[in-house]
């Protein structure tokens, strides 16, 4: 129940900031007609057809839009269509700002015609602003969103990542000013957080390195190669344990065959499977309680000194 209201106040916010910013001076909204791409930034075929199609789609005028919106509130579908495909490319001028940041430029277009469904869906005509300032709000939040949900091998909430891309923003202006990387605490200072809050969202903001990751001048090894295996025996141990089994072999070859073969099985030292008394007695056709007296003899015959003693320092 707290998420779901903290949702609907997060979407309320939204609406709000998103008619103060329609309310606000517009920006230079050109951009419309602005199809080009940073450069850098290659496109597939599809989008490319894509572009050529939305070109041919003429703008609105300021009273067409304040018609089809009247349309709209009557339940027009065909008016809700024909007010999207004419911003279609608002949204493309919008998404190639975000081009390079995680995602293919088709997926930030497409969450930003979502965005553009949105705009459509909740624009009122009669506050008397331009619906591409107050879709482009709702076209930016769908890109950012996604970025946010996609664009990270581990994914941040999106009031995380606004967090973070302040500090980054925070941090460059520091840099110019200061001429040196700043601080936790100057920059925490700028943003009137505290340095340990500061620190926290370094940690965050951090990237997963791959263990392919090459290291080295002659790039010959990978970052995986120098991080210790903690499932894996270290050398001493490794070293210690042949050893010990070079010793043991050595105190069972001073045993009966039957003595030796008995404690085998029973311990696993084979194949590492423990078998029953009743197991090991049906490998000797013999009863589970002979086997018992060979094992019992078999292991006084290991606790003599003159036995012992070679193991002894294993067991330490």
Do not use: C
């Amino acid at each position: 129940m707290e998420n779901r209201q903290s949702a609907d106040f997060a979407l309320d916010r939204e609406v709000v900031d998103a008619e103060k910013a329609a309310n606000s001076p517009a920006e230079d909204f050109a951009v419309h007609d602005d199809l080009s791409l940073p450069p850098g930034i290659k496109i597939s075929d599809p989008v490319r057809m894509y572009l050529k199609e939305i070109g041919r789609v003429p703008l609105l005028s300021a009273d067409e839009e304040v018609e089809l919106s009247k349309r709209i509130e009557e339940g027009d579908e065909d008016a809700k269509r024909r007010l999207a495909e004419a911003n279609l490319r608002l949204v493309v001028s919008i998404a190639r700002r975000y081009a390079g940041r995680g995602m293919q430029f088709l997926d930030l277009i497409q969450e930003g015609n979502m965005g553009l469904i949105k705009a459509v869906e909740k624009f009122d005509y009669s506050k008397g602003f331009k619906f591409s300032t107050y879709a482009t709000w709702w076209i930016r939040q769908a890109i950012t969103r996604s970025i946010a949900d996609q664009a990270r091998t581990i994914r941040i909430p999106v009031h995380m990542v606004e967090t973070i891309n302040k500090l980054v923003r925070v941090s460059r202006q520091l840099l110019q000013e200061l001429g040196r990387e700043p601080t936790p605490e100057e920059i925490a200072k700028e943003m009137d957080i505290t340095p340990e809050k500061v620190r926290e969202i370094l940690k965050v903001s951090q990237e997963p390195v791959s263990l392919e990751t090459p290291v080295g001048e002659e790039s010959d090894s990978n970052l995986g190669d120098f991080i210790e295996d903690q499932d894996a025996l270290a050398p001493a141990d490794a070293a210690a344990f042949e050893l010990l089994k070079e010793q043991l072999e050595e105190v069972l070859d001073t045993l009966t065959d039957r003595e030796e073969n008995v404690l085998r099985l029973r311990f696993g030292l084979e194949d590492g499977r423990t078998r029953t008394l009743e197991e090991v007695g049906q490998v000797f056709g013999v009863t589970r309680e002979r086997i018992r007296q060979i094992e019992a003899k078999a292991l006084r015959k290991l606790r003599h000194p003159s036995r012992s003693k070679r193991l002894k320092d294993f067991l330490e």
